[in-house]
């Protein structure tokens, strides 16, 4: 057996979930330079850079959902792919145990969280044999944010804004645009796609995942495909949905495409949607050791250097400072476009607690509180507990139940990302309460603004699925959803829709 088989893994994964490769970093440096500074695009964007920096620089998770950790494996004939399977669980299990992976695999019946990413379906482990005498490994972390973005069309179909999608090239770029504008910022835009044209529907959205293994600058060896990318990368960041849907220049950093063949009933376009957070690394592997020849997507001659040559985020002196538990009043008087700085007590929530609190009494007190949709990563430390990665969720999961738990529990903020719909949106001006946009993935920087882990209730659910009491200090994020009811989410949704209709032909 390879006796540093284990090891090489596990650095893969850690390096994987810490340090973004070098033409992910490449492309949000150009977008952070795209942005007229001042913008809300514009300061997301430094968040974001300072996150990256600080991953690399503690080893911290980027973002605290690790995702779906998905490895490509080529090996030489001979291998033996079931032990070298058994490795690369072992490996997945450690990472978590080491708080470098959160724990993501949960029962799909029951809810239960397995607590060590291991479980029916996860980690996911393809093999392909090669004539080479080297192992190769690639590894992906997508979360679940921007998974739930993917779309799959079956063409001809008509699609908002552009119009028929036929079986042609031109109906495959309607269909890569139309899943763009789809997504808005619940995918943390600025984000990547791989896309799949055919297939069946099961290979279409495997091939398009497997186009997020290509490197952000290559070009696609056919012609025809290499055109369209081209061409959606020149036409779709005039939809200016911008970072994390705040409206802006960046919409996209990438765009992918292969193709399958099909039955000629079928025409299927798949696209997988990666976010911002774009976490995939490999590496090559000697065959008789499992040690690491050399890493794949990085230049050895080209050592990381920082995102941000500043300090950050930087205040412009209009921030709003918000101190919880919050009255009425001060809820109240914000208005879309704010950017608050929130200190004071705060309480996480998100699928598991949205759902038991529709049915049983809240474990706490949530009159004036601020409601975090987040599930961070988690150390135990003795009797106590460190949060070492906390970035919001995608909220929109949360609105059949998000008003009325406002109305019930008097809660006056949603803290999360994406933007909710128009029952929370007329929830918020009803009882007075406001939806906070905090930047999605930037899960480093908001684990810093967490002083103390004051208290957990309903850990039953798991780690990222409780309810955590935290005392913050200066968390930015911006009103995307006021008590007036204005909504930054569905202005843009609708404006970009209008810039949509325009790349129709
Ligand atoms: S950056 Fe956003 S979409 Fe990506 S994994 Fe993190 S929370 Fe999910």
Request: proline content about 5%.
């Amino acid at each position: 057996m390879l006796p540093s088989f284990f090891d090489s893994v596990l650095q893969l994964i850690v390096r994987t979930s810490t340090d973004l490769p070098p033409d992910v970093r490449a492309a949000m440096k150009s977008s952070l330079g795209t942005e007229p500074g001042g913008t809300r695009s514009s300061q997301a964007l430094t968040i974001i850079a300072q996150n990256i920096d600080l991953a690399v620089d503690t080893e911290g998770a980027i973002c605290q959902d690790t995702g779906m950790p998905t490895f490509e494996v080529k090996t030489p004939v001979a291998a033996n792919h079931i032990w070298m399977r058994q490795q690369i669980r072992e490996a997945v299990a450690e990472a978590t145990r080491r708080g470098k992976l959160r724990p993501n695999s949960v029962d799909s019946i029951t809810g239960k969280n397995s607590g060590d990413n291991l479980g029916p379906g996860t980690p996911i482990v393809h093999f392909d044999q090669w004539e080479r005498d080297e192992v190769e490994i690639k590894l992906i972390l997508k979360g679940g944010g921007c998974e739930n973005t993917n779309a799959q069309y079956a063409l001809p179909v008509e699609l908002p804004h552009l119009g028929r999608a036929d079986r042609t090239l031109d109906g495959v770029r309607k269909c890569i645009l139309h899943a763009v504008w789809q997504a808005q910022g619940k995918g943390c835009a600025p984000g990547a796609v791989g896309v799949s044209v055919g297939g069946d529907r099961t290979s279409g959205y495997t091939h398009a995942k497997e186009q997020l293994f290509r490197t952000l600058d290559d070009v696609n060896p056919d012609p025809r495909l290499a055109e369209v990318e081209a061409s959606i990368m020149s036409t779709v960041n005039s939809l200016e949905i911008g970072t994390m849907g705040f409206g802006g220049k960046v919409t996209l950093i990438g765009c992918k495409i292969g193709a399958l063949n099909r039955l000629p009933a079928s025409f299927f376009v798949s696209v997988a949607y990666d976010c911002w957070a774009f976490r995939r690394l490999g590496v090559v592997l000697n065959a008789s050791t499992g040690a690491i020849d050399h890493w794949l997507y990085r230049d050895p001659a080209h050592p990381i250097s920082p995102m941000l040559d500043q300090a950050g985020f930087t205040r412009t002196g209009r921030e709003i400072s918000l101190h919880a538990p919050l009255t009425e009043e001060t809820v109240r008087a914000l208005k879309v476009g704010d950017v608050v700085m929130v200190s004071g007590r705060m309480f996480t929530g998100r699928d598991a607690v949205h759902s038991y609190l529709m049915k049983h009494e809240p474990p706490v007190d949530l009159r004036g509180s601020v409601l975090y949709h987040c599930g961070p990563v988690v150390a135990k430390e003795g009797d106590s507990w460190r949060i070492t990665a906390a970035g919001p969720t995608t909220s929109i999961r949360e609105e059949p139940y998000q008003g009325e738990i406002i109305k019930r529990y008097g809660v006056r903020a949603v803290i999360g990302k994406g933007g909710m719909g128009p029952k929370t949106l007329a929830a918020l001006q009803e009882h007075g309460a406001v939806y906070l946009n905090a930047i999605g993935g930037a899960a480093q920087v908001y684990a810093r603004s967490i002083k103390n882990v004051d208290g957990v209730s309903l850990l039953d659910f798991g780690t990222p699925e409780a309810m955590w009491h935290l005392t913050v200090e200066d968390f930015p994020a911006i009103v995307t959803m006021d008590a007036h009811g204005n909504s930054l989410h569905r202005d843009i949704e609708r404006e970009s829709g209008e810039h949509l209709a325009a790349l129709s032909t």
